[in-house]
T-cell receptor, first 116, second 113 residues
Framework: DSGVTQTPKHLITATGQRVTLRCSPR?????VYWYQQSLDQGLQFLIQYYNGEERAKGNILERFSAQQFPDLHSELNLSSLELGDSALYFC???????????????FGPGTRLTVL | DQQVKQNSPSLSVQEGRISILNCDYTNSMFDYFLWYKKYPAEGPTFLIS?????DKNEDGRFTVFLNKSAKHLSLHIVPSQPGDSAVYFCAARYGGSQGNLIFGKGTKLSVKP
């Protein structure tokens, strides 16, 4: 158990809809990262937040947005969903907790999104 | 353009033998490299890492080698066990201690009893 939690585990929705994925980082971790894994693809970095502020953006579509709240949990909002958005979405966190440094990111179990 | 490449989508090894997973990268600014292991329906699990200033890091059965001149790293698993069967992702970091990871597409390792 990495200590990172994600909800929901599975999400099935229709094209054009909007969904919100939630992530709680490990206790004390300030950085949260979102990744997308499509079929036969590696993990694509979407966006990073550090202590409530957006720190870096990767290949994130304009239809997608995220935020990190004062309690450090994060939400990824996906809107105007398309069939191609079906993927696994992972959240990861990093920080200084449990003796680790910022070098490693610890991943949650993911949310599987299916757009029909 | 893929900055981190794992050219072997799959690898099959006999139990007890060595597994060698390879990874190539193109960006000389990467300062840290990591290997993650992923089982189906689970998130990636951190396995082992290496700083760009080192050429080897060992942790039990797992050793990572880094050849900066060749922009190549490898993960050695000795001896391989059936429980090692999983997808292994190589990742490279840029941007310092809070930087971001670029992942390869993964290599599926099958260890046969």
């Amino acid at each position: 158990d990495s200590g990172v939690t994600q909800t929901p585990k599975h999400l099935i929705t229709a094209t054009g809809q909007r969904v919100t994925l939630r992530c709680s980082p490990r206790s004390g971790d300030l950085s949260v990262y979102w990744y997308q894994q499509s079929l036969d693809q590696g993990l694509q970095f979407l966006i990073q937040y550090y202590n409530g502020e957006e720190r870096a953006k990767g290949n994130i579509l304009e239809r997608f947005s995220a935020q990190q709240f004062p309690d450090l949990h994060s939400e990824l909002n996906l809107s105007s969903l398309e069939l191609g958005d079906s993927a696994l979405y992972f959240c990861a966190s990093s920080g200084i907790s449990g003796g680790s440094t910022y070098n490693e990111q610890f991943f949650g179990p993911g949310t599987r999104l299916t757009v029909l | 353009d893929q900055q981190v490449k794992q050219n072997s989508p799959s690898l099959s090894v006999q139990e007890g033998r060595i597994s060698i997973l390879n990874c190539d990268y193109t960006n000389s600014m990467f300062d840290y490299f990591l290997w993650y292991k992923k089982y189906p329906a689970e998130g990636p699990t951190f396995l082992i890492s290496i700083s760009s200033i080192k050429d080897k890091n060992e942790d039990g059965r797992f050793t990572v080698f880094l050849n900066k001149s060749a922009k190549h790293l490898s993960l050695h698993i000795v001896p391989s066990q059936p429980g090692d069967s999983a997808v292994y992702f190589c990742a490279a970091r840029y941007g310092g201690s809070q930087g971001n990871l670029i992942f390869g597409k993964g290599t599926k390792l099958s260890v046969k009893p």
